[in-house]
């Protein structure tokens, strides 16, 4: 079956715009992960839904990001203001139930200038 | 906080030699600990993860780790390494947060195999 997808695939922006990731969980999966890997490193937990609702948004670094998943399927990662730091590639992950093994996405490449 | 080091940055290796990729992690509790493999262009992928129970822990494509408690590690072996496996591979501790394991991530270790 289809795994996660994440479009876009890459994304480039200038410093203080909005931008919006979207993530596409596989069919049936109730919890929803994103992370932000920048270069060189590993990834980095941002947030955590299960269903519709942020079950552990401590990973989130401010107020500039925000993240949905009106539905309990798709999920939006939202962040204003983006700043050159911001730079990263944002990975999402679904898993069937919240402690079953977790399964990732391509990733978004997002460069802002 | 917990958190993972991963010692090397990269590691060389001929085809069909052994492999061992070193992780140790901070954690006062017991960890659950998990190695993940990123090929180019592809997404994480699980290869392992340990919970509880056997110290030593079987995965997919020929890969095993070794709780070591008294070293605080969790080092990834595979006897004979194949082309394939060159990647970035992930050592992981995690957290019961919300009712889900929440990793923390080690920077990663870079395996390149010579044919």
């Known amino acids: 079956g289809a795994g996660v997808s994440q479009t876009p695939s890459n994304k480039v922006t200038e410093k203080g715009k909005y931008v919006e990731l979207r993530c596409d969980p596989i069919?049936?999966?109730?919890?929803l992960y994103w992370y932000r890997q920048s270069l060189g490193q590993g990834p980095e937990f941002l947030i955590y839904?299960?269903?519709?609702?942020?079950?552990?948004d401590s990973g989130l670094p401010n107020d500039r990001f925000f993240a949905v998943r009106p539905e309990g399927s798709v999920s939006t990662l939202k962040i204003q203001r983006t700043e050159r730091g911001d730079s990263a590639v944002y990975l999402c992950?679904?898993?069937?139930?919240?402690?079953?093994?977790?399964?990732f996405g391509p990733g978004t490449r997002l460069l802002v200038l | 906080a917990q958190s993972v080091t991963q010692p090397d940055i990269h590691i060389t290796v001929s085809e069909g030699a052994s492999l061992e990729l070193r992780c140790n992690y901070s954690?006062?509790?017991?960890?659950?600990l998990f190695w993940y493999v990123q090929s180019p262009g592809q997404g994480l992928q699980l290869l392992l993860k340990?919970?509880?129970?056997?110290?030593l822990v079987q995965g997919i494509k020929g890969f095993e780790a070794e709780f070591k408690r008294s070293q605080s590690s969790f080092n990834l072996r595979k006897p004979s390494v194949h082309w394939s496996d060159a990647a970035e591979y992930f050592c992981?501790?995690?957290?019961?947060?919300?009712?889900?394991?929440?990793?923390?991530f080690g920077r990663g270790t870079s395996l390149i195999v010579h044919p």
């Open positions: 992950a679904s898993s069937n139930t919240a402690q079953e093994t977790q399964y």
């Open positions: 069919s049936g999966h109730t919890a």
């Open positions: 839904f299960q269903g519709t609702g942020a079950a552990d």
């Open positions: 954690y006062g509790a017991t960890p659950y």
């Open positions: 340990y919970f509880s129970g056997d110290t």
């Open positions: 992981a501790v995690a957290l019961l947060s919300g009712g889900s394991y929440i990793p923390t």
